[in-house]
């Protein structure tokens, strides 16, 4: 893909990650999956490289760059076939979310680990009841002394079991109105009360999926991250990110899904020229490449505003870069093993496995749906319909 609008540093950047993700690449990638283990080997080297926590503030061993970067990274990896799923969750919300507003203690405890990966972080905010609508989350803390208490339930939790602690988003009773607000606990694994429960999942990954109860989780009051009345905004502060991230995700597979099937167009012959030459399969390809590369630039402005402080023009571009990504990747994904016919759905040519995981990227974190409400009333000034 064409990179003239990045800097030197990022265009380094990008050759780097892609030789990293090359030496492990797809293969890796699926027997991780297949036998139930995480990608430590990828992900501790990552760290180490620094490409991890190149989000991260420098005093905390962190690359001091931004989601520019970060999302370089997962991009690569993605389109070297390797991608890790947490790097969305553990760096860019968790890291992002403790950095801007966590207290010193929380930044030393916790930041310099999420940078070099020695630490993960999951984040909790979906529950059974709620879905997208944030507003319903009933997860709820409350004071008790010196400590909180909280109780509730979050779905689909990725990388709990491996999760050092996990960023849950509950909500608290403001003394002056009575109403629930949003607020941010650091949940250790460990915490008595906190059970997790595996949901099994169609989708191979590496990174399972969780159900979490919150069972009276008594917490020091130090596990609040920021102060109580700030946690919508830094709730949202964490979302652009993952949105940003969602994006990566989504171009990195869909890159890597396209490469396939243009290898395999250009050299494989059935008539007298190979596949690639007729236009009812190289167009496709080529309104793939296009939208991916659309996405891409949509994912760069996204970052790019967040990363110069811009949360309200960030939040729109955000949305439009995962929507934009997830059409891209699942059109790209579905052209490939097309392409390919029956070697499509073959093991040999681990494409078939992509048409389930590239609809991550249309679901979560949030449905297109939503997104497209979203523009229809943030962007358009359209009435709401609920």
């Known amino acids: 893909m064409s990179t003239v609008l990045e800097t030197e540093e ?7 990650v892609a030789a990293l993700g090359k030496r492990y690449g797809r293969e890796y990638s699926t027997a991780c ?21 190149v989000n991260l503030p420098e005093e905390y061993g962190g690359g001091g760059s931004g989601m520019a970067e970060l999302a370089i990274v997962l991009e690569e990896l993605g389109a070297a076939g390797s991608p890790l ?85 509950g909500r608290t009773e403001d003394a002056r109105t009575g109403k629930l607000k949003p607020c941010l606990f650091i ?18 990954a590496a990174e399972k999926q969780f159900e979490l109860v919150l069972d009276d989780v008594r917490l020091p009051a130090a596990a609040l991250v920021g102060e109580e009345d ?30 396939r099937a243009v290898e395999y167009a250009k050299t494989r012959q059935v008539w007298k020229e190979p596949i690639g030459a007729h236009q009812a399969i190289a167009h496709p390809l080529a309104q793939a490449h296009i939208e991916l590369e659309l996405a891409r630039l949509m994912m760069q402005k996204a970052a790019r505003l967040y990363d ?43 494409l078939g496995s992509l048409i389930t995981a590239s609809r991550v990227a249309r679901i979560a974190p949030v449905s297109r749906e939503m997104i497209l409400n979203y523009v229809s009333h943030q962007s358009l000034g359209l009435p709401k319909s609920y």
């Open 10 to 16: 990022h265009q380094a950047l990008r050759a780097a």
């Open 33 to 53: 999956a297949r036998n139930g283990e995480h990608p430590r080997e990828l992900w501790s080297e990552a760290g180490k490289l620094g490409y991890l926590g």
């Open 85 to 169: 799923l947490m790097m969305v969750v553990s760096p860019a919300i968790c890291g992002t979310v403790i950095a801007r507003f966590g207290t010193d203690d929380q930044k030393r405890q916790w930041l310099p680990g999420l940078a070099d990966g020695s630490l993960t972080m999951a984040f909790g905010i979906t529950e059974p009841d709620a879905g997208s609508n944030s507003h319903r989350i009933t997860t709820t803390a409350r004071r008790d002394g010196e400590q909180w208490v909280l109780n509730g339930r979050k779905v689909f939790v990725s990388g709990v079991d491996i999760a050092d602690a996990t960023l849950i988003v």
């Open 187 to 204: 949940v250790p694994r460990e915490a008595p009360g906190f059970g997790r429960s595996h949901i099994e999942m169609e989708l191979q």
């Open 230 to 259: 700030a946690g919508l905004l830094q709730l949202f502060a964490g979302l652009n990110p993952e949105r940003i991230m969602t994006a990566a995700f989504g171009i990195g597979m869909g890159r890597y899904a396209l490469a």
């Open 308 to 350: 110069d402080g811009d949360d309200i023009g960030a939040g729109e571009a955000a949305n439009m870069a995962k929507y934009a990504a997830g059409e891209a990747c699942v059109k790209a994904v579905d052209q490939a093993v097309h392409t390919l016919g029956g070697n499509g759905l073959t093991r040999e040519y681990g």
